[in-house]
């Protein structure tokens, strides 16, 4: 285990979250020996960035981790250091040692998890939980909740947490941590970045978090059948007769004739949320696996689009938020749609 000394000026940083819930997180750590760390289904770069920065912390304080998740790591995300470990499992007690410790990432809610929950009811039920996330929505599911609604990502949180149980940082969890940031800030763009996430920013860059690869890697890097997936949505891109809402849609029937993927839309809600006059902007598209399921992203830079998520059952913040709902594609459009009408009225 690699030990360095305390710095008082990191511990300021979380405020939001009660010294008290610091110490209660870290005596949960120091006690458990098997760790599962988990976070949301469709994982993005904050959740699995978070996970793997404290899947090498814990590592290093000789526990026993696994990291497991609804649905794989996508492709973009696969250069992250331990990508490779995080495991699809469902069922914790399929995993080869019955955990002591549940660390959840990134969701706002335990439902969010997907099936990693679902299936796992009754381990989620019994095993302690620790919370760790910035989301407005959440829910504080856990026996112990490290939640900070000021933070512009779970890696903020994440990294503090890692300090106070005084673990080295490496290169690998700077290149983590970094990835969390960027993709949850849109690269240092949204109202959610403070001093405190730049300062962490210009300490990973220090510990050589390589950035402009990062940037690339979650900007530029792209697919050809993703530009055309995109290229469709955007020619069938519509809005209200007011025109302060604008909704485009990704059905699965056009996905697989592109050959895109569900996780292809990812990025397309920040290309259309700068439409004149739009006040909010509607992604819908249906589950690969469940057609009867319909994902709905919302974005805006004026309304607290949260409220809107809330309203269909789900959450998020309040410039970007998501919900699911058990409907097909139109269906689950047109609810939207009326919510988000509903809204500003
Ligand atoms: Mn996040």
Known sequence: ????????TQEDRHAAIPAGEWEKACALVLQAQRIVLTTHAGPDGDGIGSMVSLYIALHAMDKLVAMVCSDPVPQDLTYLPYAGHVQDIHQLTA???????????DSASLSRLGAVYTESRSSFATIPLLNLDHHQTNSRFGLVNLVDTTASATAEIAHALRERLRV????????????????????????????????????LLAAGAPLTEICYRTFHATRYEKLRLWGYALSNLQRSEDGRIAWLQLPREVRAELGAKETDLMGLASLVEG???????????????????????????????????????????????????????????????????????
Request: aromatic share 2%; with cysteine; net charge negative.
């Open 95 to 105: 995993l080869p040692f019955t955990p002591d410790l549940i660390v959840v990432c």
């Open 168 to 203: 080295a940082p490496t290169l690998e969890t700077a290149t983590a941590l970094m990835t969390g940031l960027v993709t949850d800030t849109l690269g240092f763009r949204t109202d959610s970045v403070t001093p405190r996430t730049l300062a962490l920013a210009a300490e």
């Open 1 to 8: 285990m690699v030990v360095t000394p305390s710095s008082t």
């Open 275 to 345: 439409i004149e006059g739009a006040d909010i902007v509607i992604l819908a598209w249906d589950k690969r696996k469940d057609p009867l399921r319909t994902g709905i992203s919302l974005r805006s830079r004026t309304v607290n689009v949260a409220t809107i998520a809330q309203m269909l059952g789900g959450g998020g913040h309040a410039n970007a938020a998501g919900a699911l709902l058990a409907e097909p594609l139109d269906v689950g459009l047109r609810k939207a749609v009326a919510a988000a009408e509903a809204h500003l009225d």
